[in-house]
């Protein structure tokens, strides 16, 4: 398991990948109707950022550390590629 900082960073950066496609997409995209899509998949970002970086910072008590920070990974990694299907569909 990789210590914590370094998931944090990790989650940080492609949340900032993900947040500048988003920025992209919105401002060269082919129509202006997907502006409230383009602001509320912003703002899932930013609220998937800080519940993963919330969740690192405190683990659920009573779970192995190990199996826990899997859970959060697989999580994250779900919850990104929905966000990445989202934005290719704008």
């Known amino acids: ?10 989650i940080n950066l492609i949340c900032e ?3 500048a496609e988003c920025v992209a997409v919105s401002l060269y995209g082919n129509s202006d109707s ?3 899509n383009t602001e ?8 998937m950022q800080a519940d993963f ?3 690192i ?3 659920e008590p009573g779970m192995p550390a190990k199996k826990y920070y899997q859970k959060v990974k697989e999580d994250f990694v779900a919850q990104a590629s929905d966000i990445i299907d989202q934005i290719n569909n704008l």
């Open 53 to 55: 970086i919330c969740r």
């Open 40 to 47: 509320a998949l912003i703002y899932s970002i930013l609220k």
């Open 34 to 36: 997907n502006n409230d």
């Open 1 to 10: 398991m990789a210590n914590k900082r370094t998931l944090k960073h990790s």
């Open 57 to 59: 910072s405190h683990p």
């Open 17 to 19: 990948d993900l947040f």
